[in-house]
């Protein structure tokens, strides 16, 4: 996998306890998160009891870094220092579940891309900071990385 | 059957009241201050006193808006009500209804003041206003993802992936309501615009342009609600709440789950059945309907989950039956939040109020008995009919 370096500093991530070990996972380059210990659900953002059984136990697990491509937007105005425009951001369904925000690396897709299949990347600013990204992944999914 | 224990028309409101939209956004792009929140709040107040003909003295509830404090405002106003809230503005309707249902008050100012414009009160970025509230408004802040247009420019996205929609269908609503505030004196924009003006318009975050964005300016509203007992006897022009209901969305808030798998469409529903059920009427008694619309895409959205058409039929229902003035349901008639003044939905109930009592012309929509209220504001929808009859 290439190593992809972004040019400004990304926006930190908000402060939440809850969080951390999420963002440990990423920096990493491992992106996990929350399943459930007693039904399985897996949860994002992370939290302390299960939103369907209200369980706290719980286990971070890696994702597969499979999705796929459910929105995206693409900001033609320049609103934070990071994110020159035109700057593509995606909203993918995991293949665990949950819907996950993240850079769309190719940039503004075209009508019609719903459904594409993505693959979780990282990026890294200029202060080290890891961040997930997704970028389209071959068609058909062969799987694997 | 109705699914809660208000009844139709327990509450009505006798005044309305705001600050000038128009000449204060002129002055604030001057660089002018007209004035603090507490100030639009206040002018706006005195002006609905004025409407409903009424001394202070005789306000024994306040409910107040997000952006002034409670404590201060009932100060600055010298008020020493029985019963007191903070809310939104379809919040403080339904407080006002339930407070005035359960005997708590019997007439209630609800006051509203924003300085945003002047203030320059961040809606994007990693502190943006509300973030302390939804998650979702800050939480993707890292990825770029921080302006309330780039959460409604992923739903109109996803809405385009789902049923084909194309762009010009959207235009029909900045079209429409700039057409609405062509004919109202209070609204900050009054050019009438095009569909291709619509679209030769930047994106501001694509798939939305310029004009699907609400306006920022500063301003007021106020609104008396009284009991049944007393609008009949001492309002000149009573427009009853004769329908509330309400319903959350809120499982999957921050991944956006609500907006872009459903749209809100089954909060929507609920909300709106359950105001149909207390109003005794159905989406074809309508006359008018006033959407919150920080967005233009909040629109076919609404229409689609408040009862008006099938999922996916909006665009065509805005083409054919059409949302303007003089067409089939006449949708924003002062402007809405695009193109009369961004007050957080609370202008939308004087415009309701207003159309209900006939003083709107040249935007009257004639022969209106009712008019409908819609919001869904991240995932919490609200759905109100005002309407003529007690």
């Not at chain 1, 210990?37 to 994702?63: D, F, I, K, M, T």
């Not at chain 1, 995991?94 to 299949?117: K, N």
């Not at chain 2, 629109?299 to 058409?309: D, M, R, S």
């Not at chain 2, 935007?363 to 919001?375: A, G, K, L, M, T």
Request: aromatic share 10%; charged share 20%; hydrophobic share 40%.
């Amino acid at each position: 996998m290439n190593e992809r370096i972004w040019p400004a500093a990304f926006p930190k991530p908000i402060p939440r306890d809850e969080d951390v070990p999420f963002w440990a996972s990423v920096a990493a380059r491992r992106m996990a998160l929350q399943t459930c210990g007693n039904c399985g659900h897996v949860r994002y953002p992370s939290g302390s009891h299960c939103p369907q059984c209200l369980s706290e136990e719980a286990e971070w697990r890696p994702v597969s870094g499979r999705a796929e491509l459910v929105s995206w937007c693409t900001f033609h105005r320049k609103y934070l220092p990071a994110f020159e425009p035109p700057h593509t951001v995606g909203v993918g369904r995991l293949e665990e579940g949950p819907l996950f925000v993240a850079i769309l690396l190719e940039g503004h897709l075209p009508d019609g891309s719903a459904g594409r299949p993505l693959r979780i990347d990282y990026v890294q600013d200029p202060d080290g900071t890891v961040l997930p990204a997704y970028r389209l992944a071959a068609e058909p999914d062969a799987g694997g990385a | 059957m109705n699914s809660h224990g208000l009844e139709a028309a327990t509450a009505a409101v006798v005044g309305v009241g705001h600050t000038d939209w128009a000449g204060d956004y002129r002055r604030t792009r001057e660089g002018e201050k007209p004035g603090t929140s507490e100030t639009y709040a206040a002018r706006a107040f005195v002006a609905a006193l004025a409407d409903a003909g009424i001394d202070k003295s005789e306000v024994d509830g306040l409910i107040v808006g997000p952006r002034t404090a409670y404590e201060r405002t009932a100060e600055a106003f010298g008020l020493n009500p029985r019963w007191g809230a903070q809310a939104d503005a379809v919040g403080a309707v339904v407080n006002a209804a339930m407070a005035i249902h359960a005997g708590f008050a019997n007439v209630i100012a609800l006051v509203y003041g924003n300085d945003q414009r002047s203030a320059k009160v961040q809606y994007g970025g990693p502190q943006a206003m509300g973030g302390e509230s939804y998650l979702s408004y800050v939480y993707h802040s890292p990825w770029g993802l921080t302006s309330q247009g780039a959460l409604y420019a992923l739903m109109f996205q996803r809405y385009k992936e789902m049923h084909g929609v194309t762009e010009r269908d959207l235009a029909e609503v900045a079209v429409a309501q700039r057409l609405a505030a062509s004919l109202n004196d209070n609204a900050v924009m009054r050019k009438r615009i095009s569909v291709d003006d619509y679209m030769a318009a930047n994106y501001v975050c694509q798939p939305l342009r310029l004009f699907d964005y609400c306006l920022i300016n500063d301003g007021g509203v106020a609104l008396i609600i009284a009991s049944r007992e007393w609008a009949q006897s001492r309002a000149r022009r009573p427009v009853y709440i004769r329908g509330i209901g309400r319903a959350d969305l809120n499982e999957g808030a921050t991944t956006l789950e609500p907006r872009l798998t459903h749209f809100y469409r089954p909060a929507q529903v609920a909300a709106s059945a359950a105001s149909y059920a207390m109003a005794g009427a159905g989406p074809e008694d309508m006359d008018a309907v006033q959407i919150y619309d920080s967005f233009s895409c909040h629109i076919p959205f609404a229409l689609e989950g408040f009862g008006y058409c099938a999922i996916g039929d909006a665009p065509k229902l805005m083409r054919d039956r059409g949302i303007s003035l003089g067409r089939g349901l006449p949708v924003n008639t002062a402007g809405g939040h695009l193109s009369e003044t961004y007050m957080q939905g609370w202008a939308h109930q004087v415009e309701a109020v207003r159309q209900v009592r006939g003083e709107c012309s040249p935007r009257q929509v004639p022969d209106c008995r009712h008019v409908h209220y819609c919001s869904d504001v991240a995932g919490k929808a609200f759905s109100i009919i005002y309407g003529s009859d007690a």
